[in-house]
């Protein structure tokens, strides 16, 4: 059970690039995020999945896409970076019911320069 | 106002010290509450759910004062492992898609 991995750990884009970053989960979990981390700032959600085909927009959208094909996975796109979009990304995942622990990957540092 | 938040930081406290953070949020609806651990550079990671009456687990008590809309963490013994970030957590919704709001976080160093 290896609960929630990230790829890749590190990255270094240039402004304009695209890139994704993959999200994983072994639990079954129906609840799936994503957040960045900029430093000395707490999580700000980007966009979340209640399930396989379905998500929303968090507080922080723009300039990322979400695709749910799977219970498993919940990758983010990165349209055209932008230096604004250095940050730490963490991916999290919840069960349906039961404990409201939200479960977190190790995280990607993303780098645009 | 923002949704929550938390005691700035950081603290630091002698090993064996007691210390207590602060809380608050904005939304009286509000329906639960968490601290999160985080480590330098790490994921967060579940310390501890707070319930209405109150919970323990081990040196660390939560409390919930929902008159004051605050939650506390208080810490008894610190350690040195126990340096790190602490994060507040609110839901504010009672089911539905548990989009929580974090805190900036309270960073704590235990010093020798």
């Known amino acids: 059970n290896a609960g929630v991995t990230q790829t890749p750990k590190f990255r270094i884009l240039k402004i304009g690039q695209s890139m994704t970053l993959q999200c994983a989960q072994d639990m079954n979990h129906n609840y799936m995020y994503w957040y960045r981390q900029d430093p000395g700032m707490g999580l700000k959600l980007i966009y979340y999945?209640?399930?396989?085909?379905?998500?929303d927009k968090g507080e922080v959208p723009n300039g990322y896409n979400v695709s749910r094909s799977t219970t498993e996975d919940f990758p983010l796109r990165l349209e055209l970076a932008a230096p604004s979009q250095t940050s730490v990304y963490f991916c999290a995942s919840r069960g349906t019911y039961g404990s409201d622990e939200q479960y977190f990957g190790p995280g990607t540092r993303l780098t645009v320069t | 106002r923002k949704e929550v938040e938390q005691d700035p930081g950081p603290f630091n406290v002698p090993e064996g010290a007691t210390v207590a953070f602060n809380c608050t949020y904005s939304?009286?609806?509000?329906?639960?509450f968490f601290w999160y651990r985080q480590d330098c550079r790490k994921e967060p990671k579940l310390l501890m759910s707070?319930?209405?009456s109150g919970n323990e687990d081990g040196r660390f008590t939560a409390q919930l004062n929902r008159a004051s809309q605050y939650i506390s963490l208080l810490i008894r013994d610190s350690k040195l492992s126990d340096s790190a970030t602490y994060l507040c957590v609110v839901n504010p919704y009672s089911g539905g898609y548990q989009k929580v709001t974090f805190g900036t976080g309270t960073k704590l160093q235990v010093i020798p």
């Open positions: 939304n009286s609806a509000s329906q639960s």
């Open positions: 999945s209640v399930g396989a085909g379905i998500t």
């Open positions: 707070v319930y209405s």
